[in-house]
């Protein structure tokens, strides 16, 4: 994302913060419907893959489990 002209670029203060979600809420304010799109999918695609790759770890612990009985 490009900065516009003369801006002020701070580091964010994690150590007084008492809000974690104002400064990305900010930055997303900022940004153009593509560029909200393009984050929303990227976020979404690997909530995906990471809800594929727990349910096959499952899908092994329960199997692990089941042999363990027999």
Known sequence: ???????WIERFDTIDAQD???????LFKLMNELQKTQ????????LA???????KCLCNLKKQ???MQI
């Open 49 to 55: 893959q990471a809800s594929q790759h727990s349910n």
């Open 20 to 26: 974690y979600y104002q400064q990305a809420g900010d």
């Open 65 to 67: 489990m089941l042999i």
């Open 1 to 7: 994302m490009l900065i516009e002209e003369n801006a």
């Open 39 to 46: 984050l929303t999918t990227t976020i979404a695609e690997g």
